[in-house]
């Protein structure tokens, strides 16, 4: 760590050097070639030489700068979005994911209703699915999953990757009705995604467990509750309502 930092500011003080040394040189070169111009002034040889030089040093300069900035402010979106989303299915992380239901709890809105629904999601057979086909091909699997859950769910949901083959979807201020019809809209979309490993088509499928809330709770007591469900009831979609 000490030599990376170390090499970084030796180039840093060759860059300064190299660059002073070449900006001084071009300046005197260029003075030495006025003198010799015929027709010119000292002061039209002093306005050349106020135009061209910072042109030629500080445009490049300046541009240098300027993209160094760009490409230090696409590294921090590219950083913040890693840290903020899951690189295999874009999903919100679960750190991320867990950290924003806790701080809804901790910090109740000023309007709005406090109720609520919370669904976990399982694949079925994604096991089998990495045994047969390979590793990649569980992850694609993921990846169609996770992308047909974004696309059942209402604008104002949140989904989460909360373990290597979990997703969790907070629906906020839903029904129960409304979070059966986002559970069975789900399951049935699965279903029907297109999926052929190695030119071998097979059937998608995810078991799903949710609650329901009149007033926001903790997630680990909303998943406790959900996965007990899910594992309970296997591929069939139930819903639970807790207690306030």
């Known amino acids: 760590m000490a030599n990376s930092s170390a090499q970084a500011w030796k180039s840093i003080a060759w860059l300064t050097l190299l660059g002073t040394a070449g900006s001084l040189g071009f300046s005197l070169g260029l003075n030495y070639l006025l003198l010799f111009a015929d027709g010119l002034t000292p002061f039209g ?31 921090r979106q590219e950083l913040n979005k890693s840290a903020t989303y899951d690189g295999l299915t874009g999903c919100l992380n679960g ?4 950290s924003i239901i806790e701080r809804r709890v901790k910090k109740p809105s000023e309007r709005g209703s406090r109720s609520g629904a919370f669904l976990v999601i399982h694949p079925e057979h994604l096991r089998s699915i990495n045994l047969r086909f ?28 909360i373990g290597i ?23 049935a979309r699965v ?9 071998a088509e097979d059937v998608l499928s995810i078991g799903v467990g949710g609650v329901v809330f009149e007033n926001e709770l903790a997630f680990d007591d909303m998943f406790r509750s959900a996965e007990q469900l899910l594992s309970r009831n296997g591929t069939d979609f139930e819903l639970s309502r807790l207690p306030s």
């Open 45 to 75: 040889r002093g306005v050349v030489t106020a135009t061209l030089v910072p042109l030629v040093i500080g445009l490049p300069l300046f541009l240098l700068i300027g993209w160094g900035r760009v490409e230090i402010r696409r590294y």
């Open 95 to 98: 750190t991320v994911f867990t």
């Open 134 to 161: 390979g590793i990649e091909w569980g992850d694609e699997a993921l990846r169609l999953i996770a992308s047909t859950i974004k696309s059942s769910v209402r604008e104002e949901d949140l989904i989460g990757r």
């Open 165 to 187: 083959s979990i997703f969790g979807v907070f629906l906020p201020g839903a029904t129960e009705e409304d979070a059966k019809e986002v559970g069975e809209r789900i399951r």
């Open 191 to 199: 279903a029907q995604v297109y999926f052929a490993p190695k030119g």
